[in-house]
Each structure stands twice: as structure tokens, then as C-alpha cells.
């Protein structure tokens, strides 16, 4: 009979599998880098998505888009799948759940590019929208809607936590420097900071009704956009989101993947 904690410690012991784990984090960096592009044309009056498919649709959009996005999908698969290994190695439940829950995002993230590298990617925002309008129209889906809402604004709270207390440090092999750390600071609160608002809108969508405003992040940028000194917010939300993303660029470097 195998053991299941057995062969997912050796899986984890094995540096190809760690390699190209660690390029996932560069692929999610530079995805970042391009949302946060996107976030700065809507700050001078251009269009675009700001969420994950916009970017998605950015990379897509440049010579070599195809082939760049099989690249990120497989290392972002690999991420994912790095962090579901980690799921069966850890003995401590919250982090267990903690890693499966990032497995999650990684996996999803990276079946959206290959979709769009199959091009059939479609705006992660639309469908969001769709599938909240269709929930609204029951109670138990109302109140499902509500909860994961409260789950997206724990995780952007937990984001601006760890980067405002520099927990992000203890994930890394180094100790830090003077140009991760400020990266790292920024860049966690600021992607806290939209997953926040994103959450809140779910809230309001719900509560009124409203699917166009549970959209996701683009939604929470674009009404960041619409507010007073929108402007100057969206420039500042696009520098902490790129910030983000240079992080993780680092990241895959110094990344402590043995802790």
C-alpha cells in the first residue's frame, strides 16, 4: 500500500518538479505587471479588464502570446500542484488548508491560460457576473454569495496583515534585503487592499441585487477609478499591484520551498 505522505515528500524532494514550480511564481508575476498596466490605462481613460483574464488577453496579444501562455500555464500548474503536495506533507491543519487553498488558485489560474491559449479565454469578469446573477435568484445562493465574500475579504485582510508585518519574510530563504522587503510591504497591501474591495461589492451586489457589481476585481478597480482623486488611486493601486509582481519575480528565487 503506498504511502500517501511518502510519495508526496519525494515528489517535493525532486528538483525538476521544485524548478519549474518555482517559474510559476514568475509566470503569476508577471501577470500581475500586466494587470497592473492595465489598471494605469484606466487611470488616463483607456479600456481594459483589470482582473487575471485581462492580463491573460494582454499576454495573448503579443508576438509569441500562444506559446508564452502554454509556458505559464504549465508552471503555474506545477505551483499549483507543489502546493497540493504540500497539503499532504504538512501535519498542521491550518496550513494545510492554507496550501490546498492556494493549490486551488494556482490550478485555476493556470486553466484559464490555457484556455486562452486555446483561445477560448473569456472575461473572468463576465462570468462572474453571470454565474452571481443566476445565484441571486435564490436565497441559499444569496447567502452562498455572502459567504464567499467574507472569505475574499479575510484573504485581502490577511494579504495587507502579512505585508504591513513583513510575515512574507519567513517564506524566504534570504533575509530579505533592500529591495525585496519594500516590494514585498507594498505589494501585499495592495493586492489586500482590491481583494477588499472586490469582497465588499459581492456584499453590495448581494444585498441589492446588482450582479454587474460582483464582477471581481475588475469591478473593485474600476469603482476605485470612479471615486474622488480616482485618478491618483488607480496610478497608486497600479504601483502596489506591480509591486506585487516584481515580488514575485524575486520570489522565485528566494522562495524557502523546503520549510
Known amino acids: ?16 518538479f521544485e524548478r519549474v514550480a518555482r517559474f510559476g511564481f514568475a509566470a503569476s508575476g508577471v501577470l500581475h505587471i500586466l494587470l497592473a498596466w492595465i489598471v494605469l490605462r484606466l487611470a488616463f481613460g483607456l479600456g481594459g479588464s483589470a482582473d487575471q483574464s485581462g492580463a491573460l488577453a494582454t499576454l495573448s496579444a503579443q508576438t509569441g502570446g500562444t506559446a508564452m501562455l502554454w509556458v505559464a500555464a504549465v508552471a503555474l500548474a506545477a505551483l499549483g ?49 453571470g454565474l452571481s446573477a443566476k445565484m441571486m435568484q435564490s436565497g441559499w445562493g444569496s447567502a452562498v454569495l455572502i459567504v464567499v465574500a467574507l472569505v475574499i475579504i479575510g484573504v485581502g485582510g490577511y494579504h495587507v496583515y502579512k505585508g504591513a508585518t513583513k510575515r512574507f519574510l519567513k517564506d524566504l530563504d534570504s533575509g530579505g534585503g533592500s529591495v525585496i522587503t519594500p516590494l514585498g510591504i507594498a505589494g501585499y497591501v495592495a493586492k489586500g487592499l482590491v481583494l477588499i474591495g472586490a469582497g ?60
Open 81 to 129: 500542484l507543489w502546493h497540493g503536495v504540500e497539503a499532504v506533507v504538512e501535519h498542521d491543519l491550518k496550513d494545510r488548508g492554507k496550501a490546498a487553498a492556494v493549490a486551488v488558485v494556482h490550478l485555476a489560474l493556470a486553466f484559464s491560460a490555457a484556455k486562452f491559449a486555446l483561445g477560448s479565454g473569456q472575461s473572468s469578469g463576465q462570468q462572474n457576473a
Open 200 to 259: 465588499l461589492l459581492v456584499i453590495v451586489a448581494t444585498l441589492s441585487s446588482d450582479p454587474a457589481k460582483a464582477s471581481g476585481v475588475d469591478a473593485a478597480i474600476k469603482t476605485l477609478g470612479s471615486m474622488p482623486f480616482g485618478k491618483i488611486l488607480l496610478v497608486l493601486a497600479a504601483i502596489g499591484i506591480a509591486a506585487y509582481g516584481a515580488f514575485n519575480i524575486v520570489r522565485s528565487r528566494h522562495e524557502d520551498m523546503k520549510s
Open 1 to 16: 500500500m503506498v504511502d500517501t505522505r511518502s510519495a508526496a515528500t519525494s515528489a517535493r524532494d525532486n528538483s525538476w
